[in-house]
């Protein structure tokens, strides 16, 4: 009698032993499905989203076909089933079980928005304000405000910034976005200036960025950056007016029409080089490091003029004459593309 009761209970425990890894390939197999999307689509999880709830969601979506089998899963992988709320991207070659993990993980989708160098604020605004999946904190803001909002010690907020591509998650805010930008410009202008010229006559970091926002606009040529840099500063060592064509534009604000005229040349404006000496108020557009590094350490020259070659670049000059040699050949040029 003992014999077949135990017989029994060893026949029960295999058959018991069959049955949980018949459910567990069962599971298994529901989980390893590929999903049924034939490209990239993304899911939005709500705060408070239970696992039978994200099931639902991708099975309505049309990204899975729901199996029984899966109401086991917090049974054998109670790890998938920690939801976590967020946007995703859910890739076409992906299974169940990758996606599960994916959101259990909270690897959110990383959107991406890139400010350009030599851009001014006012248009990196419309390209943050233009981005539908940041939360649009400084529409009604001043620029007083947001540099408050920033941490910037200073209401004008032109320069402030770093030009690079920042990634963000759905949901985030264009402060956090400017805040990041502002850190890792002044983390970048703080190196520059420790690395600075000994004779440089730029007596402030911010005079730097001012500086450096100015040879951003000038030329968009590597290698001419620090040449560009040593006119400047052989203008202010002299005493010279810096006569600096972007510095007249960003004065002008929106009177600028695309055009520069001798009148318009004329015009005092807190940022006119030509009528005034010295570097103007603020930054004129957000430089890059590059342009900082050439603010602070400019080629060694004897060049006080440059005009472009109409080949891309720029002719620089030592000498007025030399200066407007240039400026003819220059003219000659765009005559002949007329």
Sequence with gaps: M????????????????????????QVKSALDKPVLIEQQTFITVKSGTSFRGLLTQLSNEKIVTLSPWLRWVGYLEPALTNIKAG??????????HSVLTMITDGK??????????GESFSEWRQLLQADP?????????????????????????EGYFLPNTYH??????????????????M??????????????????????????????????????????????????????????DPTVIYGMGDKYDGNITKKDLRTPTAYNTYTMRGLPPTPIAMPNKASIMAAVDPDDSDYYYFV???????????????????????????????
């Design 168 to 185: 963000f998650t759905a949901g985030t805010s264009d402060i956090s976005i400017l805040k990041r930008a502002h850190v890792a410009m």
């Design 108 to 117: 959110e989708y990383q959107y991406a928005i890139t400010l350009v160098d």
């Design 133 to 157: 999946h940041l939360i649009h904190t400084t529409d009604n803001m001043t620029q007083a405000q947001i540099s408050t909002a920033v941490g910037i010690e200073n209401d004008k907020i």
């Design 87 to 96: 946007t995703y991207a859910i890739e076409p070659q992906a299974t169940l």
């Design 187 to 244: 983390k970048e202008l703080d190196l520059a200036w420790q690395q600075r010229a000994k004779d440089t006559p730029l007596k402030t970091p911010y005079q730097a960025l001012i500086m450096a926002s100015i040879i951003e606009k000038e030329t968009a040529v590597a290698r001419e950056r620090g040449l560009v840099a040593s006119v400047f500063m052989n203008r202010l060592r002299a005493n010279m007016p810096l006569q600096t």
């Design 2 to 25: 003992l014999k077949k009761l135990i017989i029994m209970i060893f026949l029960l425990g295999l058959l018991m032993a069959g049955v949980a890894g018949w459910s567990f390939f």
């Design 308 to 338: 472009a070659d109409g080949k891309g670049g720029h002719k620089f000059s030592t000498t007025l004459v030399e200066h407007n040699r240039a400026v003819r050949a220059y003219l000659k040029i765009l005559r002949t593309q007329k």
